[in-house]
């Protein structure tokens, strides 16, 4: 295995892109395993896969956090024989309005908001996009916006709930080398790592 | 691992707070605003006349002091002439949310709005 000659910079976004496939593959193994578990109402579910976008979206940037949820919605789509059914686009129309809701936020709030609170914004979005989707597409008819307040109330707490256990994860990703932030400026911290992983 | 509590923000609390107002508020208006899908006559304590809100028609209701023009259209139920010395029935206007009311009190005729689910909800109209 080598390890020299490797600018930093491409080093960087190796491992950008190691983490992100891996983060892509957790997602994915949530959301199908959160499918097989029992729901009350069936498009009342938890979001757990949500976790890996918020973890890309503090660790990272914007753009990891999309790729995170558009690879879900897709690949989850694919596993589950689900692609471009109306189930699928009710999925992806929650999640691009939930994940652009989420980086603007981040980005508006920074440290205001804790991912909690992304992550309610995010379930928030993800309502909404669901049942704009379901209006244009399913259900033809202005009725549908009365689900929205009680659809809106469930939502949060899968919502909170989500945005905890982030919350929690990143907490423990944040002190890995790997994901030290000054690593542009200072190398000393990744490159550590790296040195460690290869001897 | 912190509790949500230790974690949260202010910022966070304010989310939680706005989007717990929104469905609540959402909640409350659903609950006040609803369209209808049936409009009940009742004539004397007695329910004499039932027909879904969505077909237009015309209907003359019977009352002590006459009759009564109740008409249904896109718009919703109104009653458009009555007997009654005052007509306060008639400037009730336009009802078609559940729970919306027009009362002629002196022909003892109400005309109320309702969303019956289940069973009730078949009756395409029912006539007494």
């Known amino acids: 295995m080598t390890c020299s000659a490797v600018e930093s910079a491409e080093l960087t976004r190796a491992r950008r892109q190691v983490f992100l496939a891996l983060f892509i593959a957790i997602a994915v193994t949530l959301h199908v395993l959160e ?81 909690i609170g992304i992550s309610a914004i995010g379930a928030a979005g993800h309502a909404l996009g669901q049942i704009l989707a379901a209006r244009l597409l399913v259900i033809q008819h202005p009725a549908i916006w009365q689900i929205m307040p009680l659809f809106l109330f469930f939502t949060l ?43 | 691992m912190k509790t949500p509590w230790q974690i949260m923000t202010a910022g966070d609390w304010l989310v939680v707070l706005l989007l717990l107002g929104i469905s609540f508020t959402g909640l409350l208006w659903v609950a006040t605003t609803a369209e209808g899908t049936r409009v009940v006559v009742t004539s004397g304590g007695q329910t004499s006349f039932t027909a879904p809100l969505n077909q237009p028609r015309t ?12 008409v249904i259209d896109n718009q919703g139920a109104r009653i458009t002439g009555s007997p009654c010395p005052r007509k306060i029935c008639i400037s009730m206007g336009t009802a078609k949310q559940t729970g919306d009311l027009l009362a002629c009190v002196p022909n003892r005729i109400l005309v109320r709005i309702d969303s019956p689910v289940g069973e009730e909800a078949a009756y395409d109209l029912l006539s007494r």
């Open chain 1, 35 to 115: 499918t097989l578990l029992p729901t009350p109402v069936p498009w009342l579910r938890l979001g757990l896969a949500n976790i890996m976008t918020l973890v890309a979206l503090y660790l990272y940037d914007g753009r990891a956090a999309w790729t995170i949820s558009l690879a879900r919605v897709g690949i989850g789509a694919l596993l589950l024989g689900r692609l471009f059914s109306p189930g699928f686009w009710l999925a992806a129309a929650g999640a691009i309005v939930a994940t652009s809701a989420m980086i603007v936020m981040h980005r508006v709030a920074g440290r205001r908001l804790s991912p």
């Open chain 1, 157 to 199: 707490f899968s919502g909170i709930l989500t945005g905890w256990l982030a919350s929690g994860l990143l907490e423990q990703l944040q002190q890995h080398p790997a994901f030290q932030k000054n690593e542009a400026d200072n190398n000393t911290s990744a490159d550590d790592y790296v040195e460690r992983a290869c001897r």
């Open chain 2, 59 to 70: 209907v003359d209701l019977d009352g002590p002091l006459g009759q009564t023009h109740l």
